[in-house]
Each structure stands twice: as C-alpha cells, then as structure tokens.
C-alpha cells in the first residue's frame, strides 16, 4: 500500500469536503443577515434572486479543480520527460480534459437550473397576460408550471441538509482511516477537521433556519398571488365562446367601415 499516496489523497479530499462546508456556514450566515435587513429594508422579493451559497460553492470547487489540474499536468510531464512515456502522459491529460469538461458542464447545468419555474416568473407572466383572454393550453401550462415550482422547491430544501450530512459523514470516515493508518499527528488533525466540518454543519443549519424562515415566507406570498393571478385567468376561460372573439373583432372593423 502507497502510503503517503493515500494520505496526500485522503488530505485533499478531506480538504476540499472542509472547505465546501465553511464555505457553506459563511454562505448561510450571510444569507441569515440579508434575510433580517430585506425584511426591515421592505424588499423581500430579493431573498429569491442572490443565492450566495452557489457562489461560495463555486470559489472552493474552482480552487480544487486547479489543484487536480496542476497536479496532473506535472505528473504527466514527468512521464513524458523523465520516464519516456508519452502515452501514458497524454492519457492524464486526456483524463483531466474530460473531467475538466464535466465539472463545466455541471457548472453550466446547475445555472441552468437556476431558469427553473418560479412563482416570481409564473406570477410575472401572468401579469402580462392579464390583459387578454387566457386560452385553456395556456391555463394547463401555467399550472403546470405551479406544479413544477413546488416539487422544485420541497426538492431543494431536502437536498440541501442531505449534502451537508454527507460532508460531515466523510470527515469522520476520514478521521478514522487516518487513525488506522497514519500517524497519531495525522489523526488528530483529521479529527480536528472533522470536529471544524461538524461546527460548520450546525452553524449552517441555524444560519439556514433563519434564512429559510424569511424565504419561506416570501414565497408562500408569491404562491398565493399566482393563486389569485390564475384564478383570475380561468373565469373568462369558462365562460368563453367559440369564435366570439372572431366576431367582435368583426363588428368592431364594419363599424370603422362605416363611420369613416
């Protein structure tokens, strides 16, 4: 067994898995404060539009990707220079290309997700439709919307204290891997990471109650003007005539017709 392989490993794993979650608690406590000054500032349509957490996210994983990535392309130098063995170069930084290329593509993902269906923008369409006579394939697609946006929403929040669960239960397996077989050095900074990692969930998870309390109630306002909004939208729907419309727009062009 390669030894210090597997601790320069477990370090920057352990590292990375850390740095998500501080990075995480500094999020969630920022979100916390802009929870309290949205509120007293009258402007909580905010809170649904910044997510400072993706951003923080964003820093650590850039930060790792780079390390990889040097790493990577110094070991296949190595080979390519020193041990004459290009292929096997040329396969790492194929391997690194790829996974370059994933994690950008994740990235692109995950923002494009950001897109997904909104109350904010159901309720601003709507609006803009307000005006009109609402079809009955428009009605069925708003609602759908609605639909999508609330399993939307009850996934993220979910999710959220699952990954950081996850995190904490990776130090700890860190923790005692390095108990196993490294040093007793070793061991106890990978407990006092994981004991920094366990910090970090709790306070993330306070700073979130908070944030997600303010949220919450913002978007619970949103859903129930896209209520009202739709509501609104179906009652010319009901009561509709084929082709009324049509012959409206008929009488109204003789009566130009005729008062010219």
Excluded: C, H
């Amino acid at each position: 067994m390669n030894i210090p392989a597997l601790l320069t490993s477990a370090l920057f794993i352990g590292g990375v898995v850390l740095g998500l979650m501080v990075a995480d608690a500094v999020g969630g406590v920022i979100e916390a404060r802009r929870a309290r000054s949205a509120e007293d500032d009258g402007e909580p349509d905010t809170l649904t539009r910044v997510r400072v957490r993706e951003l923080s996210w964003t820093v650590v994983v850039t930060a790792a990707l780079a390390v990889i990535v040097a790493f990577g392309v110094d070991s296949a130098a190595r080979l390519v220079w020193d041990e004459e063995r290009p292929l096997v170069g040329a396969s790492i930084l194929l391997g690194l290309t790829l996974l370059s290329f994933v994690i950008g593509i994740t990235a692109v993902v995950a923002v494009v997700r950001r897109e997904r269906p909104t109350y904010a923008r159901i309720r601003r369409d709507l609006r803009d439709r307000s005006s009109f006579t609402v079809e009955r394939a428009e009605l069925l697609e708003f609602e759908e919307r609605l639909d999508r946006a609330d399993r939307s929403r009850t996934r993220r929040s979910q999710a959220a204290t699952v990954l950081r669960a996850v995190g904490v239960l990776v130090l700890v397996g860190l923790t005692v891997l390095a108990a196993l077989l490294f040093s007793t050095a070793v061991a106890v900074a990978f407990g006092a990471g994981a004991v920094i990692g366990a910090a970090a969930f709790v306070v993330s998870l306070r700073a979130r109650v908070v944030a997600n309390a303010a949220l919450d109630a913002v978007l619970d306002t949103q859903r129930a003007e896209v209520a009202v909004l739709l509501e609104r939208a179906r009652i010319p729907a009901r009561g509709r005539v084929p082709g009324l419309g049509n012959r409206v727009a008929r009488a109204l062009a003789i009566l130009r017709e005729q008062q010219k």
